[in-house]
């Protein structure tokens, strides 16, 4: 199956390792993938509703001219702004016909109302099977303790996000640590949010935040954190500094975008997945890595 | 089905320390965990302190932690909850208990719920008659108005975890009540309340609300609903509160300028251009970001190959809003 491919504004930003490690990923499994270029900002539930889903409505229409029928993404957050969008524009087809009315028509777009969003996540464990991953695991990442941070938006709201038939999603990321021989550590936040959506407003509490979670997972003796989400990587890595000198304490936990926890087990080195781009220092996961190679 | 009750005993005016007890109920299948604790106050220790009033979760003052998740006691069945044959019984969390399971309700829930006025306050001459609203204005609301204030939104709220001041979803989804009641006159006013700091703004939309309401009022949902009416009123910041407008402004002209997010841009507009205390603090994420490539120029933006008609989709929803 083809899948067009929304990487979002950080992956290309603030964390341009992410981008590069997920083509390779993709590619490595052999996973079609078109990028979906001509499109904007899914708003990040930022922008009002008002303004935000006329743009979603229209990259999902994008896709349809494409002839394609799945949109991936690899960024929890565009993910769940995303689904909730869809789901109000194939619930509501008069408001679906609205903004088609009002904002697509000009340039000959009509959304249908017949893309399935997914996340790299949901593609694997849904659609390419988690069974299949075996074959291209090169480095099996035994003795690695990963704490897995979801993040809030692929896991809620479960209506939409996890509905009755699709629940297995709370617990993705556990099975594909399974899989890829890393050991799960469960810590408190994992399904919590990392703070990233007031660091402007109140940083203090965001801090608190970053600080309980990544502390929580380190005192549980995670090794790192696997994250979907590019946003909560910022915050839990990029702010972890910030957040452990608020906190008084030392936390120095590395956090991984999912995709280069992938490419790791799949063969690839520190540098093709860029790891060196990380602000807490990544090493403790290599030399964790290699330890389990020689054993 | 005989289960095994531990409950959260607290009494302060003994000087003890907050512990469990545990005790052995027999009642039918189709009992409550509150049959349970009325069992235990009536038959083995009538020192057990706990709310109960309406016995059908029309009265939210049964909300407890059971087995960990909030829940309302006289709703909830025991053979529903139960785990290998026990009950576990706690007030929710973060909030004084006077008395085992009997909380402080006032700086919890009441005085949060009183901070945004939930009343109604008509603007104009008073009708003749009754205010009369024909009942699809009201349809919206309708949900809402079904609150029952039990407060386990809150006790699910990530963010009053570690912030007490955080008004909450409970007193948000109030205040939306209020907000779009077309009886009510200060719709501005209200808006602007909610948009101070410890408000609306300061909520992290984690969708956790949504999960812990009883009657699944989805609160979180009700809470964007008075987040984007604030945007079409251009009521994002309160009097005390420039960061919000600053940080909103700045996200909507880049997506409007290139059509994604300048984030370099974002973090500098949302300190503001003039506070030169606000840049400074961003400075040592930016020096540790810059040798990592992980500091994209702010302003260099290249636009998306769609900018045009983004922006032409923005300034038309724009337009419509106001």
Redesign the interface.
Known sequence: MKYAFYPG??S?????ELYPASVKVTEKLGIEIEEV?????T?????????SD??NA?TLA?VESMGLSSLMTICSTCQGVFTQANHRFKNEPEYRQKIND??LA??GLEYKGTVEVKHLLWVLMEDYGVENLKPYIKRKLTGLKVAPFYG??IR????IIAPKGLSGRKTYLEELLDVLGAESVDSSGKS??C?F??L???E??SM??VS?HTGDAKTKGADCMVTPCPLCHLNLD??Q??AEKRAGTQIGLPIIHLPQLLGLAFGFDEKEMEL????VSTESVSRQLEVSIRS | METTFKVYRFDPENGSKPDFATYQVDLPDSATVMDGLRQIRDEQDPSLAFRASCERGSCGDCALRINKKGRLGCTLKIAKTVKNGVVTVEPIRNIPVLKDLVYDLESFLWKKIKSVQPWITPRGPEPDGEYVVAEEQLAEVRKAMSCIMCGLCDEGC??IK??KD?VGPAALTKAYRAVFDPRDGQHDERLTLVSE?GGV????????A??HCPLGL?P??RL?EV??EA??QGIRSGTQ?P??QR??DS??NS?KRS???D?GRLAIE?EGLTNVAGLAKLL??VI??IP?????MPYFHPK????Q??R???D???R??V
């Open positions: 504004c950080v290309r930003g603030a964390c341009p270029t001509d499109v904007g900002c708003g990040a539930g930022v922008l009002s509703r008002d303004l006329p743009i229209r994008k009002e904002y000009e340039e809030c938006y809620r709201p479960t209506s919590k949010c703070g959506p007031i402007t407003v109140n203090e509490n608190r935040m309980d990029a702010n500094p910030t060196q781009r990380h602000i | 990530a963010v570690i912030d955080f700091p703004w300061d909520c992290t939309h984690c969708f956790e949504n999960g989805e979180t949902d964007f987040r984007d945007i079409r509160n960061k919000v940080h909103y996200f909507l997506v059509g994604w997010l984030e949302s040592p994420t540790r970001a990592k490539g992980k500091a994209p998306r190959p769609g900018a008609a983004i032409r989709i923005i038309k929803a724009q419509s809003e």
